[in-house]
């Protein structure tokens, strides 16, 4: 049996596993979990995901959540191209990135806290687009300094794209989210701009999913 | 040179490098930095950490931060005993496990969180602690409704400590610090205890540091 995704299209964690997928030529077929309608708390969904998050990863009877463990799961799936480097520095240094947005950046700013701020605090949604705006400046200003330190050769490990530059540029479509410019992280935004050049990862944007779409002509 | 670790004794990603050195039994030198008066923002720390987060870890002039990735790393430093599974599908399963606290309820916890919270929405302590208990709870009730899935024996994967246990304790930690009581998260209570019994955790524990025993000698 193919492989299946529990995605939505505007999760940031299913953009990542989406790319890992298609630089891999895994095919996959996407289930959509409306995550902003509360779909992921469903019963059926439940049974999929014991934590109610997407994206889940289907393959073979087995089932695997969290995008970073997918996308290493993926590796041993299939080996080329490797996203994840065999050097044990190297790797170090791609899950490092990959772990400033996964760990400290991008989970402030899920749907389920703005959701939690506007119940607790009666945040609106000017302040709430302000608290996005602020983590993920924190995170883009750290991939900033980062590539200050070991510029990207065009992706952050060398000349093919993996891990690291997947997860870099889920930061920057958090900032197209929360109507960030780049200007200030001008290494950062080269290294998008070399990722969104490729099919891989332009097809698997938000805004290139069908749910994206079908929202956009309800409204 | 012997190993190094820029950490700090509140720090629950600080407490998981702690608990894997010593399940290694690698010996190494904790230099604190004081998360909480601010001293990983100093321009001397800059140097060592681009993120400005505890912990890093210094080796052989080689650093690496994000708690997963040094663990990781230390995999290859020293293989036994083995805290991340080699089987493809166990390791998937460790490092889901390991990211429910990493990726989803332990960044929502953080001091620079707790920080913000009291700058924008005017957050006092009983609030702040409110907004950690509800996000530490989430992440107990995920781990509960995983272990119910697949009991612990007595370990997340088996009979021996690794990753995942690691990571779990860490967020029964930040139980701690949010004065929750563990009666609703039976199975997570009985692997914490299976886990602090070890000297490796017991001895980690942000409570056992040199800089709490201080830190509550002042007050």
Chains 1, 2 share one sequence.
Not at 133 to 160: D, K, S, V
Request: proline residues 7%; charged residues 20%.
């Amino acid at each position: 049996m193919g492989i299946r995704i529990y995605g939505f299209w505007r999760s940031i964690a299913s953009f990542r596993v989406r790319v890992a997928l298609r630089l891999k030529g895994l095919p996959f077929e996407e289930i959509p979990v409306d995550i902003l309608s509360g779909e992921q708390f469903r019963p059926e969904y439940a049974a999929v995901s014991a934590e109610r998050v997407v994206p889940t990863f289907v393959h073979d009877g087995h089932t695997i959540f969290q995008s970073l463990a997918i996308i290493e799961y993926l590796e041993t799936l299939q080996s080329e191209p490797r996203l994840i480097p065999q050097d044990a520095k190297e790797r170090a240094y791609a899950k490092s990135l990959a772990l400033v947005t996964v760990a400290d950046a991008h989970p402030l700013v899920t749907p389920r806290v703005r959701n939690h701020l506007a119940a607790t605090f009666g945040a609106d949604a000017h302040a709430i687009e302000d608290w996005g705006r602020h983590w993920t400046t924190e995170g883009l200003a750290t991939y900033e300094r980062l590539l200050a330190q070991r510029p990207a050769a065009p992706f952050a490990l060398g000349p093919e794209p993996g891990l690291a530059d997947i997860c870099i540029a889920g930061q920057v479509v958090t900032a197209q989210y929360v109507k960030l410019e780049l200007r200030d992280f001008p290494a950062v935004a080269r290294l998008a701009e070399h990722c969104f050049r490729l099919p891989a990862f332009a097809s698997s944007h938000p805004f290139e999913q069908p749910g994206y779409k079908a929202a956009k002509a309800a409204h």
